[in-house]
């Protein structure tokens, strides 16, 4: 989930395949459920830029297993459960556009404080044998991407695990969940602007997911597999959500 700079809150959904927003009067309306004609393997992330549009990615994991979703018949033999993984734009209700697919499974998104930058967690190693388990990095041009590049990598004390959610800080550093390798891995990661790791929040478990809160974007919370945490930190969320 995000919210917009409206304050409604935009739910990237897996079971069924969608991304929607609820009103403010409560009603629900359906922002995406197909693109190029086809529906989407399963939204999983995303964010708003202040014009109004948003980025959200479909690595498809909530039809590849029921734990997350609903599996679909068809994932048994092939890690995209109905179209090529990607990274989309939504300029309204029904106005999608995909913006890139490099990532093998594009998984957390977030945007640079600036809105110049656009970072996006590849997890396709866990399905895709020569995949690697990275953050990519963008030039935010207009309405596109551009330039994808390798920001970091995620071998860390011999380990080598996923960034899952992530967030920018008012400095652009990157703040990434990170989990799927265990102790001495698992937890929150920060990264520099230039990929640099520069931080390690050790953690008991998987960490799925980042955000900064607080009446400041001082706290960060960061949900566990089986738990929700929060650390006040040094720095502000980079954005309002």
Not at 15 to 21: A, F, H, S
Not at 63 to 80: C, H, I, K, T, V
Not at 81 to 88: C, G, L
Request: charged letters at 25%; hydrophobic letters at 30%.
């Amino acid at each position: 989930n995000t919210f917009d700079h409206q304050g409604r809150q935009i739910s990237f959904c897996h079971g069924t395949r969608n991304v929607i927003r609820y009103e403010h009067s409560g009603k629900v309306t359906v922002l995406a459920d197909k693109a190029g004609g086809k529906e989407f393997n399963a939204p999983n992330d995303g964010m708003v830029h202040p014009d109004g549009w948003m980025f959200f990615t479909d690595p498809g994991y909530g039809s590849l297993m029921e734990y997350e979703g609903n599996r679909l018949p068809q994932s048994a033999g092939s890690p995209q459960p109905i179209q090529k993984e990607a990274v989309y734009r939504i300029d309204a209700p029904g106005q999608i556009e995909k913006v890139a697919d490099e990532p093998f499974k594009p998984n957390g998104l977030c945007f640079s404080p600036d809105y110049k930058k656009c970072y996006v967690a590849d997890t396709g190693v866990s399905h895709y044998p020569n995949a690697k388990s990275v953050i990519w990095v963008y030039d935010v041009d207009g309405k596109k991407l551009r330039n994808a590049k390798v920001f970091a990598e995620m071998t860390f004390n011999g380990k080598t695990g996923f960034a899952d959610g992530i967030r920018c800080d008012e400095d652009g550093n990157v703040w990434a969940g990170m989990g799927w390798a265990g102790d001495g891995f698992d937890g929150v990661h920060v990264f520099a602007p230039d990929g640099k790791r520069i931080g390690w929040i050790r953690m008991p478990e998987i960490i799925s997911n980042v955000c900064f809160g607080g009446s400041k974007r001082n706290r960060l919370f960061m949900t566990g597999s089986q738990s929700l945490y929060a650390v006040y930190v040094e720095t502000r969320g980079g954005t309002p959500t």
